[in-house]
Every structure is written in structure tokens, then in C-alpha cells.
């Protein structure tokens, strides 16, 4: 019989497919374009290969004692994955989100048993009502709490380091020239980044791919809408000397990538996803026929119906052009 003693082993083995539409217009000699699809992950998201690692590393330091509690800032995907972790060893999770995180996500994070505490979006990240200081507050004040600290936790990199970045590599048989990823915690970038690029000697082009107003492509961290990547500060779990090149990407860039992304390629993802695809057919423009692109696909679109497959709500951001016919038809009605 074939089967998995639990959901965490099915976590990581992600597929790799081509994108054949939404690169059209990179003509005859564009390179191959590959999509790792992180969605295929038992939790939805990229975020289980961190979630398992991370705790794995806390429970053999002794951090994370049987029965604990694990606190986390999150925007809902490295929730989902420490929650199921969690609930089949058995830890309680408490887990705080930003405001602009959708409903869908906060709604998730309570099926699986977590407990998940909402904070405002427009104050400081040391503000008392950050989503960054109420988490510590609570790792400090629950008894045999337990912070991950995504942003600052070795095991974050490690693990792409370790599972996502020889995956890839093997799954190309050595043949991938470019990587392209959106940069949150920086921790898939400078896991996957370090390792391709050790195995090829550097070979390994890597870019990433940032919301316009973000630190990491020199903004000043103003607001954008898209969820789970782009930073105000930068976190620990992100090396600066992997990047070859970060490309900044507009809300409206990769919602419309978003949404072609389901129509064309039949990826329903999330806005990160359709950030990263811009970034990357920006990097293939400059490459060849004999280049092989990968460009990682964080997360999975459900959790987005609401917004970005929502004409109304893209309308009223300005993101959708009504009169080219670019609605999925509610506004028609
Ligand atoms: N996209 C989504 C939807 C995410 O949740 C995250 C994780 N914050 C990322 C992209 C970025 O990954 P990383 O934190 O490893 O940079």
C-alpha cells in the first residue's frame, strides 16, 4: 500500500510545469520558463517546508517542549503549515495577522484548530499594536510559548537550502540558468539562491522580485496590497549577497499576471504568484533558447477570490480595465 504516516510527510516534491501562454510574447528564442508550484504542499503553500523544519529544529534544541505553544506572526500561509505541524504532535498555536489580511486566510488558520489575534497594518513595526510586538508579547507571557520568528530563524533558509533548491536542481537535471522568487522573510530566496548556486559555481542567475515600495528593491516600505511578500525592515533570514538583481513589480503588474496565471495557464494563485511571473518574464527577456527560468509559485488563488478575482474589488483599485473586457464577467451583470 502506498500512503503517508501523516500529512506533514507529504510536505515538499512539488512539481515543476512549463508556461507556455503568458510567456507568448518573449517570441521563437525565448528561454524555458518553468513554474515550481508550491501549492501542491499539503498546507496550501511553500510555507509547510519552513513550518516542519522550524519546529523539528526547536523540539531537538529544546525550545519547543511536548504540549508548548507556538506564537507566530504571520500572514496566514506559515500559520496554515506550523497549524497542521502543530495539531498532529501536539502544540496549541496562537497566530497574529495584519489587518489587510483576507478573511479567507484568518478563517483557515481557525479550521485547523489555531487561535489567531488581528492587528492594524498602518502603525510602526515597534508600535505596542504591530503585529511584530503583541506576538512577542505573547511568546513572553504564555507559559511553554515558543516563537518561531520566521524572519530570523536559521531553519527558514536551511530548508530550501536543504529540500526546495535540490529539488529543482534535480527536477532540471542541472539545466536551470535563472531562478526568479519573490522575497517576504527572504528565506526562500537565500536558501534556494545559496544552494543553486553552489552546486552550478555560480552559474545560477537569481533574481528577486519585490512590490514596488518595498525595502528590498529601495523603497521606503509603503503600503501595497499584495499579501506575503515586500518588507518595511530587513529580516535576518534574508542574505543579501544571493540576489543577482531584484525587480520591483507594481499591485496592478501582478494582479492582471494573476489572473491570466488561472485563465491562461490554469494556475489559480495568489497575487505573489502573479508578482514573481512578471519578474520573471522581465529576467527571460534578456536571456536565450538555451536558458532554463524556474520562477516559484508560493501559494495557491482561494484565498484571494474575494480581491483579486473579484472584478468589483479590482475595479475599485483601479486595477482592472473595464472597457478592454478584462472582467470575469460580475461587472457585466
Ligand atoms: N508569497 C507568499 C504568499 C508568502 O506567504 C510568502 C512568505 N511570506 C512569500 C511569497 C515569500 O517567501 P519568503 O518569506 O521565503 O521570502
Not at 494582479?255 to 497575487?271: C, D, I, K, N, P
Request: a negative charge; aromatic letters at 8%; charged letters at 25%.
Amino acid at each position: 500500500m502506498q500512503y503517508a504516516e501523516s500529512v506533514v510527510d507529504l510536505i515538499g516534491g512539488t512539481p515543476l510545469v512549463r508556461l507556455s501562454r503568458v510567456t507568448a510574447d518573449l517570441g521563437p528564442d525565448a528561454p524555458l520558463v518553468l513554474a515550481k508550484v508550491e501549492y501542491m504542499n499539503p498546507g496550501g503553500s511553500v510555507k509547510d517546508r519552513i513550518a516542519v523544519r522550524m519546529v523539528d529544529a526547536a523540539e531537538a534544541s529544546g525550545e519547543l517542549k511536548p504540549g508548548g505553544t507556538i506564537v507566530e506572526p504571520t500572514s496566514g500561509n506559515t500559520g496554515i503549515g506550523l497549524a497542521l505541524v502543530a495539531q498532529q504532535r501536539g502544540y496549541r498555536c496562537i497566530f497574529v495577522c495584519p489587518d489587510k489580511v483576507s478573511q479567507d486566510k484568518v478563517n483557515t488558520l481557525r479550521a485547523y484548530g489555531a487561535e489567531v489575534v488581528v492587528c492594524p497594518t498602518a502603525v510602526d513595526p515597534s508600535d505596542p499594536r504591530s503585529y511584530y510586538s503583541v506576538s512577542d508579547r505573547l511568546a513572553r507571557e504564555t507559559p511553554g510559548g515558543w516563537k518561531p520568528d520566521q524572519y530570523a530563524n536559521p531553519a527558514n533558509p536551511r530548508s530550501h537550502y536543504e529540500t526546495t533548491g535540490p529539488e529543482i536542481w534535480e527536477q532540471t537535471e542541472g539545466r536551470v540558468t535563472c531562478f526568479v522568487t519573490g522575497v517576504g522573510t527572504g528565506g526562500t530566496i537565500s536558501g534556494i539562491g545559496r544552494y543553486l548556486k553552489e552546486v552550478s559555481d555560480g552559474r545560477v542567475r537569481v533574481v528577486g522580485v519585490d512590490p514596488e515600495g518595498s525595502v528590498y528593491s529601495g523603497g521606503t516600505g509603503r503600503p501595497y496590497l499584495v499579501e506575503g511578500v515586500g518588507e518595511d525592515f530587513w529580516p535576518d533570514a534574508y542574505d543579501r549577497s544571493i540576489a543577482d538583481d531584484i525587480v520591483a513589480v507594481t499591485d496592478a503588474d501582478s494582479f492582471r499576471m494573476t489572473r491570466r496565471l488561472a485563465r491562461e495557464e490554469g494556475l489559480l494563485v495568489g497575487g505573489s504568484c502573479g508578482m514573481a511571473v512578471v519578474g520573471a518574464l522581465r529576467a527571460a527577456e534578456q536571456l536565450g533558447p538555451d536558458d532554463v527560468v524556474v520562477v516559484l509559485l508560493p501559494d495557491g488563488g482561494r484565498g484571494y477570490l474575494n480581491k483579486i478575482f473579484n472584478d468589483r474589488w479590482m475595479a475599485d483599485y483601479g486595477f482592472l480595465d473595464v472597457a478592454s473586457g478584462e472582467t470575469v464577467g460580475e461587472l457585466l451583470e
